[in-house]
């Protein structure tokens, strides 16, 4: 009797410990074929860690060095400009209008052809032409400098104020190679542009792993957005700032 009430007890106590991340699911539809499954629970260690790296620095700074969490703080409007030679404005107008749905806090809208000012603008091009894009828009020393280091395949700017507010943001798009990578490339690239700006080669979780497709957006990234636009987290602050409240917000964010 004694031996069946300690398994039952240790039974209990697994049950009731915060899992770390578990409960594998399938890609969801509308992912490339052969994306990758995702876990859809994680703990709130799991969760910070991926926050902590990914909210803070970036793989490319020109200008004073950021303080600490950037993100918008004011209504997003974004727009589409069409190019290349894939029509994929549908397709990446229903990623934008995804991300609106699922992080209610960015506020954020699709813009009509005559809205007067833009936060965040995503260009749709064909491969061969991402060099002489990113040239056009920030000179030929930034993109010979961003391309040596980061080689990129797509890319997004950020333009933040000393206080951490994103004031605009560009992504280029590359759409005339496949599903894959016109996948991976949108769902990634708005990641960076609403402010989670960096890279963790590390993390198995998170899209922003340069060794990861993913083409979705995953349960993990969608838990650090929504921190990083609940009102609890403030643009500027530091990561100490920030680890105080994460646990709350991000417990807050979890699925029962
Ligand atoms: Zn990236």
Redesign the pocket.
């Known amino acids: 009797m004694k031996r069946l009430l300690l398994i039952l007890a240790l039974l209990c106590c697994s049950v009731s410990a915060a899992p770390a991340a578990s409960n594998k699911q399938l890609a969801p539809a509308g992912a490339f074929t052969g994306a990758p499954p995702e876990f859809t629970h994680f703990s709130v260690d799991e969760l910070q860690r991926g926050f902590l790296a990914l909210a803070f620095g970036s793989?490319l700074r020109i200008g004073a060095r950021p303080r600490g969490i950037r993100r918008f703080d004011h209504p997003i409007v974004a727009r589409i400009v069409h190019g290349g030679s894939v029509d994929r404005a549908a397709a990446m107008t229903r990623i934008v209008e995804e991300y609106a749905r699922k992080v209610p806090n960015l506020r954020l809208t699709v813009a009509g052809a005559d809205a007067p000012s833009i936060d965040m603008e995503i260009r749709l091009i064909d491969e061969k032409n991402f060099k002489s894009a990113l040239q056009a828009a920030f000179g030929a020393a930034v993109t010979k400098e961003f391309v040596a280091r980061t080689d990129?395949q797509c890319m997004?700017s950020v333009k933040s104020s000393s206080e951490g507010e994103i004031l605009r943001s560009i992504s280029f798009i590359i759409v005339d190679k496949g599903d894959r990578i016109f996948l991976d490339c949108a769902y990634?690239?708005l990641l960076?542009a609403f402010g989670l700006s960096n890279?963790d080669q590390r993390n198995s979780w998170t899209t922003?792993n340069?060794r990861r497709m993913v083409g979705y957006l995953s349960v993990y990234d969608l838990a650090l957005l929504t921190a990083l636009y609940d009102p609890r987290i403030k643009p500027g602050m530091t990561p100490v700032q920030a680890k105080a409240l994460l646990p709350a917000v991000l417990r807050d964010g979890l699925t029962p």
């Open positions: 793989d990129p997004t990634h690239e960076h890279h922003l340069q």
